[in-house]
């Protein structure tokens, strides 16, 4: 019994630390989901919360007093079921963020339940089945732990203020911009031609600084920011997807992949690239600006190049 707890533990930890090493690099966006629950005053926790999920996920691996840890990690998984249940039910959530950054993993409500309520038997079994004695640290294995969880630490909040957050940052050089798209990534989605301009918004139908950007990114086709504008997104679960059209009612063409296709692009979101000339002139990472501002960004980067021949 005990060989098959520490299996399991090992299993059910490996779960944890993916789950929470995955919030960790997205910990704005996980704080955001409290606010799509009504407790926006509550996103403070989300850091703690992650942390914690990856300190239990590091006690199971290690199968370190297992009927202790199992029994916190079981109350831990039920309290978030409850409030996901009550989020699905009563505010119209589906996306659980269980994963965060890598949100691929994330599956739909009926799915997402399940995993869970497998966790919880697998957890009860740990904890009938082990006893506080069993299992203890080196000195090795408390240096991962401490070294891991500082990690995590620093790594969370520093998500919680960069990029994540939403705030917009305009990309004239890097991976893809000002670069040529011609037998690029690009030809993989799009069918590109010289004469035109294009916007592209890669986006997921549950991520909320997606949604601060339809709005404008409707415009941007009328306004004359491009003379496509298209987005890019990976298939979701039915209801997600649904919800998305009945909100924003989008004016352009949205295209959907394979995450692990699109990912292969991106595993950002949202980013935005604006391809005129058969090359990528800008890549914009967060929420869109307006129409306007967008314009005058674009205005000057154009003088910029011209003036040092870029």
């Known amino acids: 019994m005990k060989k098959i707890s520490k299996l399991l533990s090992i299993v059910v930890g490996t779960v944890f630390l993916v789950s929470g090493i995955g919030k960790s690099l997205a910990a704005n966006d996980f704080s955001q989901i409290f606010a799509q629950y009504g407790f926006g005053g509550l996103k403070f926790l989300a850091p703690f919360i992650i942390v914690f999920e990856v300190f239990l996920g590091l006690f199971l691996f290690l199968s370190f007093k297992l009927k202790r840890t199992s029994l916190i990690a079981f109350c831990f998984v039920t309290g978030l079921s409850a409030i996901y249940l009550y989020g699905y039910l009563f505010a119209d959530i589906t996306d659980c963020g269980c994963f965060g950054y890598f949100s691929f993993l994330n599956l739909p409500p009926v799915f997402t339940f399940i995993r ?10 740990i904890f009938l089945n082990s006893d506080n004695s069993y299992g203890a640290m080196d000195k090795k294995e408390i240096a991962v732990v401490v070294c891991i969880l500082c990690a995590v630490s620093f790594v969370t909040g520093y998500t919680c203020t960069e990029h994540n957050s939403g705030e ?3 990309i004239t050089k890097g991976e893809h911009a000002n670069k040529d798209v011609e037998n690029s990534i690009f030809n993989e989605f799009l069918t590109l031609s010289k004469d035109s301009s294009y916007f592209v918004f890669v986006f997921s139908y549950s991520c909320p600084h997606c949604y601060n950007s339809v709005e404008n990114l409707k415009e941007y086709e009328q306004s004359g920011i491009a003379d496509r504008v298209i987005g890019l997104s990976f298939t979701a679960d039915t209801s997600a997807m649904n919800k998305f ?9 949205i295209k959907n992949y394979h995450h ?28 869109l600006p307006c129409w306007y501002v967008l314009l005058q960004k674009l205005h000057k980067t154009e003088k910029i190049k011209s003036i040092y021949n870029l």
């Open 245 to 253: 059209y009945e909100i924003f009612n989008p004016n352009f063409q």
């Open 116 to 125: 869970n309520f497998i966790l919880i038997c697998l957890l009860l079994y």
């Open 168 to 170: 917009t940052q305009y």
């Open 260 to 287: 692990r296709q699109l990912f292969r692009l991106t595993n950002r979101f949202p980013v935005s690239y604006y391809i005129s000339n058969n090359k990528v002139q800008m890549e914009i990472r967060g929420i």
